[in-house]
């Protein structure tokens, strides 16, 4: 793919593509949709808050109808107001139960509007928006999203918390009928005895009394109903690989794999896929909260790569899922943009060494050098094998030793990471190991770390995980690095993938001499940011050895959903976990079990 993408601005003088320009699809509909959904929201919650939002007689009149239907009216006008608000979100993005939702919710809120504050302007607005749903209600067709059991607890949380704020400016909203003059504890015991259906200990003049009390009902009833209705919907699980999904992959790995160092990464379990019309490409993905995201490059034939992308399109629109793509390559961002109007932007640097040219000796590599050779003098030896070569009781050892060294509680990877270590249909892993023979012999005998590195294509390998003993001597990525390299020319392997840089040009041209004030503090920010993402700390130690750099790009609808994008990359890597606490957790069987599963991709630099 040597042109140009038309209709933007593709390459840099360096002959890089940087970023390409295309415009957002229209979708003025469902977001007008939305915002009128908010407003009445808004309004329906308001009139069940103010009961003198709006003066009236006929609000006179109705406070001496029998019963209690402005009580009623309030409550209805505030629940039906709170979940116009929650649903104003998915009609943005098309959801048909959404629209289904608003469509009962609109009639019952202009009831409410006028039963209770007598607003024709309120109901006209209801009204207005219920004719909009109906007449363009062929824009909202969405499927559901894939759901698990904690949107339950953060139903149950966020709304509560917003139930119990909004309680309180309810409880305070008539200072005129208040009896005394109630401190913000007994508003608050108030509000939590409401909520549950009792009496608090803050009184009302006249028929006030009732109005609040059932507004606080209303309330808990709408917490507690959603957070049932969440926990016990049926689960709609994220798509997985199928073991004729996997075959397939192999295959198209087995003849195209050589293209991408990210290829094998497309076998993680958790992640589903799409082919193309005649099979020859996929498109692997993995949905996280509401972001259909791609990693790497489509799988197969490049010819076939725009059926497979189409196909990825489709999917994301039946959805109304944020289409977006992580870590693929310059062909794959020049293909995606062409095919799909989208946008690319670099997001860093794949570090790349070619065997033949590595070597220890120079000036440049000193530091390396004496690191691995003082780590050799203290009496640690490397072992660079493939997975098949392994013995049954070895391999276990590895698997514990690399589960139980894992740095976080949250398995991590998506992108560049495989999520296992020896299954039987990755034989042609490569795994570097170090020991040290002469200390007493650790729940792991004298294993001290360990490096897997997944295939690329028939001469190259990729750089899957990297875990020690905390308690080994530093430097062991660099000892096992080295190791690797050293031993490639034996095992057929001629290039080596070590590890992902983000925003590495941001870093090396602001350290420069004649850095221009905004490249120093955007370089500044990076290493901010590095306390908590090793954003330097990974280019710094990538770039110990002398690798060459292949830029990776994120793909993109529009500017505003790239926020949007990196929290749900967060999520997907593993940095930011939205998931129900572990006593909370409900096992579900797994498709194939797996030995190990290991998906974080860390690096500790020296």
Known sequence: ??????????????????????????????????????????????????????????????????????????????????????????????????WRAAVVLLPAGAVAQFAYRHSVIGVVISLALLALLLRHRSEFTALPDPRSRWRALANFVLLGAGSILLGLVIVSAHPGKVIGDPS?????????????????????????????????????????LTTIYLAFRPEHPAARLTEDDETKLRALLDKHGARDSLGHFAL?????????????????????????????????DVEAWPGAIERFMDEAKAHSWTPAV??????????????????????????????????????????????????????????????????????AKIQRAADDWRGTDTERGFSMALGRIGDPNDGDCLIATAHK?????????????VLHFVPWGKDGVSLDLMRRDRSADPGMNELLIVAALQAAPKLGITRVSLNFAMFRAALARGEKIG???????????????SRWFQIESLYKFNAKFRPHWEPRFVVYRSSKDLPRIGFAAMQAEGFVTLALPRFLRRGT??????????????????
């Open 184 to 224: 913000i504890t007994e508003r608050l015991e108030h509000v939590l005895y409401g909520l549950f259906g009792f009496e608090g200990p803050v009184g009302y003049y006249g028929n006030t009394s009732w109005t609040v009390g059932f507004s606080l009902g209303a309330l808990g009833m709408l917490t507690a």
């Open 515 to 529: 850095a221009g004030p905004v490249l120093r503090a955007w370089r500044g920010l990076l290493v901010f940011l």
């Open 589 to 606: 069987p797994q498709r194939r079990p797996c030995p190990h599963q290991s998906a974080e991709r860390e690096m500790q630099a020296a």
């Open 268 to 300: 993680r379990r958790d992640k589903g896929v799409v082919f193309s019309p005649s099979g020859k490409a996929a498109v692997t993905y993995r949905v996280v909260s509401g972001v259909m995201l791609a990693s790497g490059d489509p799988i197969g």
């Open 437 to 449: 023979a002469d200390e007493a012999p650790g729940p792991y005998g004298d294993l001290k770390a």
């Open 326 to 395: 992580m870590g693929c390559s310059e062909t794959g961002g020049e293909v995606w943009t062409r095919e799909t109007g989208l946008d690319a932007l670099e997001l860093g640097d794949e570090a790349v060494v070619d065997v033949a040219d590595f070597s220890l000796s120079g000036r440049a590599m000193r530091n390396v050098r004496q690191m691995v050779k003082r780590i050799e003098r203290n009496g640690y030896e490397t072992r660079v094998r493939r997975i098949r070569d392994l013995g049954e009781r070895e391999l």
């Open 1 to 98: 793919m040597s042109g140009g993408v038309p209709g933007g601005d593709t390459r840099h003088r360096d002959g890089r593509l940087h970023r390409i320009t295309r415009g957002p699809r229209p979708e003025a509909v469902p977001t007008l949709v939305a915002r009128a959904c908010t407003l009445v929201g808004l309004l329906n919650v308001a009139a069940g808050v103010f009961p003198r939002f709006r003066y009236s007689r006929m609000h006179a009149l109705a406070e001496v109808l029998p019963g209690a239907l402005g009580p009623f009216a309030a409550a209805l006008a505030l629940s039906s107001g709170i979940l116009l608000l929650l649903l104003a979100h998915g009609l943005r993005r098309h959801k048909r139960r959404a």
